[in-house]
């Protein structure tokens, strides 16, 4: 039972459906362990055992949902009906919403169980998951750590043991770098592939997806979560073939690719750890040992002077309607005792934000990722480190720091690769191929073409059997 929830997701559901094992005694499992390793970690903003049991009775053996039995959790800024909706932040009180996330029903429907909702930083903006109303989310592999954000209680959850895969969000980064924080298979999907309903029709910046422990997992999840709601107001193209298809393929055969390379961070005076640095060129060795034509960019066009104030014009409205929606349900007009230092420095600057100012940054920032995904057309991929920095101590990236414009600008030192897919929309994955001198996973990123999360697939499953990472666990949980 110890090794069970490190198992494929889908061999976990072949297991229920033969009757091998009970819906009950794997989630049973997940709750155990849960409660085992959670007072270390901090991964759970709030379990609910008793309708996970529930629901896992229900599940018999012969269900042929893909995924009857298996437990998950989802991230404490999407709804799940009957549980806490908090963004990690004070204001939004004990709010539970009375229905699912799109994404979530699809879950349910294909036999997840869910067992609770993950921790974040306070609205989601740090990657390091730290928050005044639950404390800081600690990183399995090194305690002292973070696991990274926004959806470090996630990646921190899986990397434990405590499930097989969790859902996360990405609207900066945050489901690759908690994945390479944590060693895990980290995809952000394309715009517009996963729905938004029935909050919003879509998002500029934002996709949900999963952190699993295998490319094909990551694979077979979207499959299930990809698509669109009625009533989007936009949506990605449909792929060719299942991704599930697509990560087979690259597992079992060849594939020749025009890779890009860069160690380049689009913040220009951002330093890259030496450690990061050569899991990428090992990584671009493996792929020429696989057959792939890698090429070095010498001038990758995201190294443009401004862009994190740009992209913060864009992703300060994005935290500043999230407070709007918290304090609609408080009642009351938000105060900076409702809020740690950096959410109240990110609302000011945006309630000072005309309207024509946002959508002139709008308007650049979409300039900008025509002209990048222009510039990087002629790769099939675009290799770069994951972090440029290794996961940060506990308290270094808090929101609730005195000096909350530094916070953020270290932030962007810490992750200045991950935010240029979320401008371009394009898919993008950090892939757990190296290990550290630190005893710390290392992620390498890959940056797909627009609505191409095939080739992603199909290239880190390639990669997976050819350097396998699956056995890897942290100390606190091999013995």
């Given at each position: 039972m110890h090794d069970l929830l490190f198992r494929p997701a889908s061999e976990l559901a072949a297991l229920v459906r033969s009757g091998d094992i009970s819906a009950r005694e794997l989630v049973s499992a997940s709750l155990e362990r849960i409660e085992a390793l959670d007072g270390q970690i901090n991964a759970f903003t709030h379990v609910d055992a008793e309708r996970a049991l529930a629901t896992a009775d229900a599940i018999k053996p012969g269900d042929e949902r893909p995924f009857a039995g298996v437990p998950i959790a989802i991230k404490d800024n999407q709804p799940?009906?009957?549980?806490?909706?908090t963004f990690g932040a004070e204001l939004f009180g004990d709010f539970t919403p009375p229905f699912d996330a799109a994404f979530v029903g699809r879950l349910r429907a294909a036999g997840f169980v869910i067992v609770g909702k993950t921790a974040l930083p306070e609205y989601g903006i740090l990657p390091s998951t730290e928050s005044r109303r639950n404390g800081p989310t600690r990183n399995p592999w090194d305690l002292s750590r973070t696991p990274g954000g926004s959806s470090g209680g996630a990646a921190a959850a899986v990397a434990a043991g405590m499930?097989?895969?969790a859902h996360g969000n990405d609207g900066g980064g945050s489901i690759?770098?908690?994945?390479?924080c944590c060693g895990?298979?980290?995809l952000k999907p394309a715009r517009g592939r996963v729905s938004l309903a029935p909050a919003l029709g879509d998002s500029f910046l934002v996709a949900d997806g999963v952190l699993t422990r295998t490319v094909a997992e990551s694979a077979e999840l979207l499959d299930l979560l990809a698509g669109p709601e009625l009533g989007d107001a936009t949506w990605a193209a449909p792929p060719s073939e299942p991704f599930a298809a697509a990560a087979a393929r690259g597992a079992a055969g060849s594939l020749s690719l025009r890779v890009g390379m860069s160690l380049a961070p689009p913040l220009t005076d951002t330093e890259v750890d030496p450690i990061a640095e050569r899991a990428v060129r090992d990584a671009a060795a493996l792929l020429q040992e696989l057959g792939h034509e890698v090429e070095e960019i010498v001038a990758p066009p995201w190294q443009v002077p401004g862009l994190l104030e740009l992209f913060s014009a864009s992703f300060g409205p994005a935290v500043a309607s999230t407070i709007v929606f918290a304090a609609t349900i408080a009642g009351r007009e938000p105060a900076s005792a409702d809020m740690e230092k950096l959410s109240w420095h990110l609302w000011e600057r945006a309630s000072q934000l005309g309207s024509a100012q946002f959508l002139a940054a709008q308007a650049q920032l979409q300039a900008l990722a025509r002209m990048f995904v222009t510039a990087m057309a002629e790769y099939d991929v675009v290799l770069t480190p994951s972090l440029a920095l290794r996961p940060r101590p506990i308290g270094e990236l808090f929101g609730d720091n005195d000096d909350p414009a530094e916070t953020f600008r270290r932030s962007?030192?810490?992750t200045p690769f991950t935010a240029i897919a979320n401008v371009t929309g394009q898919p993008a994955i950090s892939l757990p191929l190296a290990h550290g001198d630190d005893g710390l996973p290392v992620g390498v990123h890959f940056f797909g073409r627009p609505a191409d999360e095939a080739t992603l697939l199909a290239l880190g499953a390639q990669l997976e059997a050819a350097r396998?990472?699956?056995?890897r666990r942290p100390d606190l949980v091999a013995a």
């Open positions: 799940v009906e009957g549980m806490p909706l499930l097989p895969l690759r770098i908690p994945a390479a895990l298979v980290g962007g030192e810490f396998p990472w699956v056995g």
